[in-house]
């Protein structure tokens, strides 16, 4: 059974500093890989889709890399907003016809101005 | 605006009513998926539709819960009977093939 595990649960840093969420999972059969952004009481957004084939996708400001050999992935935002602000959700792809998504408890970020 | 849309946006029910929520997904995509998450937890997986083929159902779905997507177009989730522990946010997504899944603003039932 597939468990992804989100390191920290939860991060406070200045504006400006560069961060990185991690990310692991235990079955390195994995179909793809996605991170999610959610703000309080809202639905998820997504950031960034990589692969299974793939080692890294970026998006502006943001970087994700995947090892899936050692289960893990990193989430690197660059140059932190106080509009970063919100839990980041780290969700694995199963094989196997669904692709459906398997998450981690995420990792609350806060960005003081 | 063309992303998932859910509705309603909240529900609130006493224990023992039927409660439907609605799901609309990306017009072009064939996979529907739905989700629910509770207070500091993650999403978990509920059930997969293929079209209008559901193809995988998660043990969390009692048989309390019903969910159908006619037509392969808009998809609904029946909760019968609705207990407490009902109560948290639920969330539709869908995908194109094994894409990227994009999820929809969610439903938050509280049981009462």
């Known amino acids: 059974k597939q468990e992804v595990t989100q390191i920290p649960a939860a991060l406070s840093v200045p504006e400006g500093e560069n961060l990185v969420l991690n990310c692991s999972f235990t079955?390195?059969?994995?179909?793809?890989l996605q991170w999610f952004r959610q703000d309080p009481g809202k639905g998820l957004t997504s950031l960034l889709l990589i692969q299974s084939s793939q080692r890294e996708q970026t998006s502006g400001r943001l970087n994700a890399s995947l090892d899936k050999s050692s289960g893990r992935s990193t989430l690197y935002i660059a140059a932190s907003q106080p509009g970063d602000s919100a839990t980041y959700l780290c969700?694995?792809?199963?094989?196997?016809?669904?692709?459906?998504?398997?998450f981690g408890k995420g990792t609350k970020l806060t960005v003081n101005p | 605006d063309t992303g998932v849309s859910q509705n309603p946006r909240h529900k609130i029910t006493k224990r023992g009513q039927n409660v439907t929520f609605r799901c609309d997904p990306i017009s072009e995509h064939n996979r529907l998926y739905w989700y629910r998450q509770t207070l500091g937890q993650g999403p978990e997986f509920l059930t997969y539709f293929q079209n209008e083929a559901q193809l995988e159902k998660s043990r969390l779905l009692s048989d309390r819960f019903s969910a159908e997507r006619p037509k392969g177009s808009f998809s609904t989730l029946e909760i019968q009977r609705t207990e407490q522990g009902d109560s948290a946010m639920y969330l539709c997504?869908?995908?194109?093939?094994?894409?990227?899944?994009?999820f929809g603003p969610g439903t938050r039932l509280t049981v009462l």
């Open positions: 997504a869908s995908s194109l093939g094994g894409g990227a899944m994009f």
């Open positions: 079955d390195s059969a994995i179909y793809n």
């Open positions: 969700a694995v792809g199963t094989q196997g016809g669904s692709e459906k998504l398997v």
